[in-house]
């Protein structure tokens, strides 16, 4: 049974793709998305397209949440396309539309970095809704350990990326009270010029300051009290690569790249 | 030394760099195993630097502290001592550094370099300890405060600790949650954990084995629950409020009532069960059951009224994401109504209480009336003019202030004077007029108006003085309506007892307030009307004495209501006839003294 509870972008349920191990689907995931940029023909974009198709049927999340997701760059799509749609000027005339004529390799180009963009999309999203927070900072955590031979925080680098993670709601719900209290004494932010309207920002600005401030000092004490100190640190969740759950994946991401770089050198 | 003792301070001074005073000023006091010590004192006393003592996140200045044989001072042992000491603190929101509950309990073992599938069972049975493995993979930013401040307790339990120190973990918690962690921490001391807790209610003090009371930076009292509530004088000098049933108790001894002076709540119903009652009649009941209420819906003369309103936080915007407008049809789904058919008036001048667990729509109600957001269906009413004319907008701010929860938050101004001015001079008056204003405010509040105070940072200031300069700079704008949410929420007895004169003060002066508490004895003690609010709707609505007497659906009841119900349980029903909903009420009905209208009334 599908358990579902609102966890920011997290879509709790049980399929093959929630639980494989979050490396293997942050890798794949990744890989799949570079693949997309050398979709370049109908038959590569439609492998491609089956790929992720196939997966977001596998791991049984509703389409429109994940369309939900992908919706606010839907603006950026269409403006890309447009773009290209008017402004590549090669190949036969399509159409003429006074001024603007359509040419036939730019009617192509449109479709081609739309549908490429929407797969790369679709595809972080399913990745961002069948992953927890926590999960995607261990496996970021665990696939870059090498760097911290040259010195680079990687342990704390995730740690941050997760407390940034739980803390944007608080903050935002914070943002949203200091602004309804400032406005019930009269702060006004409408029609102002940018110079009085940066001034009338200061009563909403130095509280969450404040605020984000506090919450650090408070978070440190209590991180301190629960012994962290950086290092020597265990995992509650080990990572660990299963045959059963993560084979068939990986097997597949192989054979999906593989007969997506045979269509690319076959042309 | 004596091997029961697992913590032991001797002589401990600190203080902050740049205080004038000392925080702790020569304590001395120890902790035995399986104790459960509750520390009081008023703000600012130094309960909160004692509990960072106790397990090394602060080191004295002065003295020594030895937890388990070891010396705090000494850096190296601090991991030993906090893996024995777990801490909870007041902001549960505070103490997560992941968003799924599980995982964050988990923070504390993994630190510890516990094995993977130890610390798998060691979450279970923390979850499981606080009656949260329900929720064990929901995001801390979708439950209650209470909720959260359980799983901040899994967290420190996790840690399997031999000691629990608690620093006012219910500080900002509803009724509700307040019982939760309650039981909680009594569950934990009978499976043998020591427990301190830091609290600023003294109910929670009755039921520890011993209870020290702090006054600046120094011991001032120590012993029983029952030892230390005795000296009445005492206790109250420092700041304690009695806890309720030794109010009643010396109330009723004082009226010539043969009762022991106990909290202890079923001695003093037997007491008062078997002492045959006076045979006095209810007469107090039918005085006191007023019958003003009879125009109480949107009379012309309403200073504030809802006609039918109902809003839905899906068709305005996701209080946690940014609106998209392709996004509101996704986010339908979210749910019911906030606030749902709620109709109800405010008369002019008086106090209305809006009461109801937490998600029940208090807080939209209040944003509604206050003009902050727009109704879905329905018409919010401020003294004549509507929420949704915005051509009246400015008129209506100068009609209703709006004083939001911990409003010492909102403060930003460089000086004290700036941040009670801010609203004034938005009101467009004259910079004369600002000032007398800004003087008027704090004088209400209690503050000195001195230069010295005026011209210094809000931020320099302590929590209560804070948020009294936030509410002065409410007062300073003159608005004929208040609507407050929750003003005395994390403040101690004396915080809490300044707000109370201040909210009768301004009833005095004919402001009408509209008051949103989760505590029914205020609002029983403070109200002329309650509102009471379940899933967006109004579930009762009338004088103290009407809702209390019929509504099922409220969060819990006063205390003197719940005491009256006990006797009448033990066999003494006579006092409940008089429905007595505070102290002054309980004791008329108990010893049939003519009514004495306390200063509420």
């Keep these: ?267 | 030394m004596n091997e029961d003792i697992l913590i032991s301070l001797d002589n401990v001074r600190f203080s902050y760099p740049g205080a004038a005073a000392e925080a702790l000023a020569g304590v001395s006091l120890s902790i035995h195993a399986g104790e459960h010590v509750c520390i009081l004192g008023g703000n600012g006393s130094g309960k909160s630097t004692l509990a960072q003592m106790l397990n090394a996140l602060l080191v004295p200045s002065a003295g020594t502290v030895r937890v388990l044989g070891l010396d705090s001072a000494a850096s190296e042992d601090a991991p030993a001592i906090r893996r024995q000491v777990a801490m909870v603190f007041q902001h549960p929101e505070d103490q997560m550094v992941t968003s799924i509950s599980a995982d964050d309990v988990a923070f504390g073992p993994e630190n510890l370099g516990v094995s993977a599938p130890q610390i798998a069972a060691r979450v279970d049975n923390a979850l499981e300890a606080v009656g949260m493995a329900r929720l064990a993979h929901a995001d801390p930013a979708d439950l209650s405060g209470g909720q959260k401040q359980r799983i901040a307790i899994a967290g420190a339990l996790a840690m399997e600790p031999r000691i629990l120190v608690l620093d006012e973990p219910c500080a900002m918690l509803d009724a509700e949650g307040h019982r939760a962690i309650q039981g909680i921490i009594h569950s934990l001391a009978r499976r043998g954990i020591t427990i301190v807790h830091i609290t600023h209610f003294m109910d929670d003090a009755l039921e520890a084995d011993r209870v020290i009371v702090m006054e600046r930076g120094r011991v001032a009292l120590e012993g029983t629950p029952e030892q230390v509530f005795q000296q009445q004088e005492t206790a109250q000098q420092l700041g304690l409020e009695l806890p309720f049933r030794l109010q009643l108790a010396d109330r009723l001894r004082a009226a010539g009532r043969d009762v022991p002076l106990t909290a202890d709540t079923d001695e003093l119903v037997r007491a008062l069960a078997s002492t045959c009652s006076h045979g006095q009649n209810g007469a107090p009941a039918a005085e006191h059951v007023e019958t003003g209420v009879a125009e109480a819906h949107a009379g012309p003369g309403a200073a504030l009224a809802f006609d039918r309103v109902s809003f839905s936080y899906a068709s305005a915007r996701s209080a946690r994401k940014k609106p998209h407008f392709w996004q509101r049809r996704a986010s339908k789904e979210v749910g019911p109504l906030a606030v749902d058919d709620l109709s109800f008036a405010v008369r002019p001048g008086t106090l209305t209480a809006l009461v109801g667990r937490t998600g029940s729509g208090k807080s939209t109600t209040v944003e509604l009336a206050c003009a902050l957001k727009a109704p879905s269906s329905g018409h919010v009413v401020v003294d004549g003019i509507g929420t949704g004319d915005l051509s009246r907008r400015r008129a209506l701010r100068s009609r209703v202030g709006y004083v939001s929860q911990l409003p010492e938050r909102q403060l930003f101004a460089e000086t004290v004077f700036d941040d009670v001015a801010f609203g004034p001079r938005n009101l467009g008056l004259s910079e004369e007029e600002v000032r007398t204003r800004v003087e008027e405010g704090l004088t209400a509040v209690g503050l000195p108006v001195t230069d010295e105070l005026l011209t210094r940072s809000p931020f320099a200031l302590s929590g209560g003085q804070q948020r009294s300069v936030a509410l002065a700079g409410i007062l300073a704008m003159r608005q004929p309506i208040l609507v407050l949410d929750e003003p005395m929420a994390g403040l101690d007895p004396a915080g809490r007892r300044t707000v109370r004169k201040l909210l009768l003060d301004l009833k005095r002066r004919g402001t009408t307030l509209l008051l949103v508490t989760h505590s029914m004895d205020d609002a029983a003690e403070l109200a002329d009307h309650i509102v009471a609010l379940e899933d967006g709707r109004k579930v009762a609505d009338g004088t103290p004495h009407e809702v209390f007497a019929t509504a099922e659906h409220l969060p819990g009841v006063p205390a003197a209501l719940a005491f009256a119900r006990a006797l009448a349980a033990a066999g003494n029903p006579e006092p409940l006839t008089a429905l007595p909903l505070t102290l002054d009420e309980l004791v008329c009905a108990l010893t049939g003294e003519e009514a004495r209208h306390g200063a509420a009334r």
């Excluded at chain 1, 997966?55 to 049984?60: G, P, V, W």
């Excluded at chain 1, 797969?119 to 955590?141: H, I, K, S």
């Design chain 1, 1 to 267: 049974m599908a358990l579902r509870v609102s966890i920011g972008q997290y879509y709790s349920a049980d399929s093959p793709i929630h639980r494989l191990d979050p490396r293997v689907k942050l890798v794949g995931s990744l890989a799949f998305m570079v693949s997309c940029f050398f979709t370049a023909t109908p038959a590569t974009l439609a492998l491609a397209a089956a790929a992720v198709t196939a997966a977001i049927a596998a791991a049984r999340v509703p389409f429109g949440r994940l369309l939900a997701q992908v919706r606010p760059i839907a603006f950026f799509l269409v403006f890309t396309s447009l773009f290209n749609l008017f402004f590549v000027r090669t190949g036969p005339v399509t159409l003429h539309l006074g001024i603007l004529s359509i040419h036939r390799d730019g009617l192509w180009a449109a479709v081609l970095y739309s549908t490429r963009f929407f797969l790369l999309l679709l595809a972080g999203g399913l990745l961002m809704l069948t992953t927890t927070p926590t999960a995607l900072c261990d496996a970021f955590e665990c696939l870059l350990k090498p760097l911290e031979r040259f010195g680079v925080p990687v342990t704390q680098a995730a740690l941050t990326m997760s407390i940034a993670v739980r803390f944007v709601p608080t903050l935002a719900t914070e943002a949203d009270n200091v602004v309804v209290a400032q406005i019930a004494r009269g702060a006004d932010l409408e029609g102002k010029s940018a110079l009085a309207y940066a001034r009338a920002c200061v009563p909403l600005v130095v509280p969450l300051f404040a605020s984000a401030l506090r919450h650090a000092d408070n978070l440190g004490r209590a991180m301190d009290a629960r012994c962290y100190t950086g290092h020597g640190r265990t995992h509650y969740h080990v990572l660990k690569l299963n045959a059963r759950r993560d084979a068939p994946f990986i097997a597949l991401t192989l054979a999906y790249l593989a007969v997506l770089i045979a269509l690319r050198l076959m042309l």
